[in-house]
């Protein structure tokens, strides 16, 4: 069972916004602005797709935008792209010795 | 360019060890923390720890404490993971990430390496 709560998978048709939420505690989630979101595709290592809750790296599509309330960060994916299929992970820092924790992942399909 | 290779697969008996090492290039090497975190077949991202290249300090997860030792190479820019008293449950791919942030403690992992499997079986 992952620290952070995803929804296992999402989908959405071309065009369209999806929304990924990942929910923790204030432990985690809640009390720091250390959230961070991966993509990974089928066989490929993971990319770094947001950072502080909403910042996004150099070259990541701005279609690609973070939020966070609470416990609960969110990753949300405007104008769908086929290549946006993939598996997103949310990550926190967390107070606990463990330092950093991971949400289970969610997978998104482009229809 | 910033890049992480990683070492090959291996196979590896249940109760033995496996050590993992991660070549950097293309920046400072002792200016970012080295982190590694694995995938079992199927599964999520679970974070083991991190080193400090510049002082050889380490954080490791609760969970992997006692069998995991990170240590680094800092003439060759390489960081290693040993994982010791290796079970079954213990396949799976092996990544090292760089932080992003140069000399933070930030925990935002770009770029990843390659990622190395591990295989344990009798």
């Known amino acids: 069972q992952s620290a952070l709560t995803q929804p296992a998978s999402v989908s959405g048709s071309p065009g369209q916004s999806i929304t990924i939420s990942c929910t923790g505690t204030?432990?985690?989630?809640?009390?720091?602005?250390?959230v961070s979101w991966y993509q990974q595709h089928p066989g490929k290592a993971p990319k770094l797709m947001i950072y502080e809750v909403s910042n996004r790296p150099s070259g990541v599509p701005d279609r690609f935008s973070g939020s966070k309330s609470g416990n609960t960060a969110s990753l949300t994916i405007s104008g769908l792209q086929a290549e946006d299929e993939a598996d997103y992970y949310c990550s926190s820092y967390t107070s606990s010795s463990t330092l950093v924790v991971f949400g289970g992942g969610t997978k998104l399909t482009v229809l | 360019q910033v890049q992480l290779v990683q070492s090959g697969a291996e196979v590896k008996k249940p109760g033995a060890s496996v050590k993992v090492s991660c070549k950097a290039s293309g920046y400072t090497f002792t200016g970012y923390y080295m982190h590694w975190v694995r995938q079992a077949p199927g599964q999520g991202l679970e974070w083991m720890g991190r080193?400090?290249?510049?002082?050889?300090?380490?954080n490791y997860a609760q969970k992997f404490q006692g069998r995991v030792t990170m240590t680094r190479d800092t003439s060759i820019s390489t960081a290693y993971m040993e994982l010791s008293r290796l079970r079954s449950d213990d396949t799976a791919v092996y990544y090292c990430?760089?932080?992003?942030?140069?000399?933070?403690?930030?925990?935002?992992?770009?770029?990843w390496g390659q990622g190395t499997l591990v295989t344990v079986s009798s």
């Open positions: 080193i400090n290249p510049n002082s050889g300090g380490t």
């Open positions: 990430a760089r932080d992003l942030v140069a000399a933070g403690q930030l925990n935002w992992f770009d770029p």
């Open positions: 204030s432990s985690d989630v809640g009390g720091y602005n250390y």
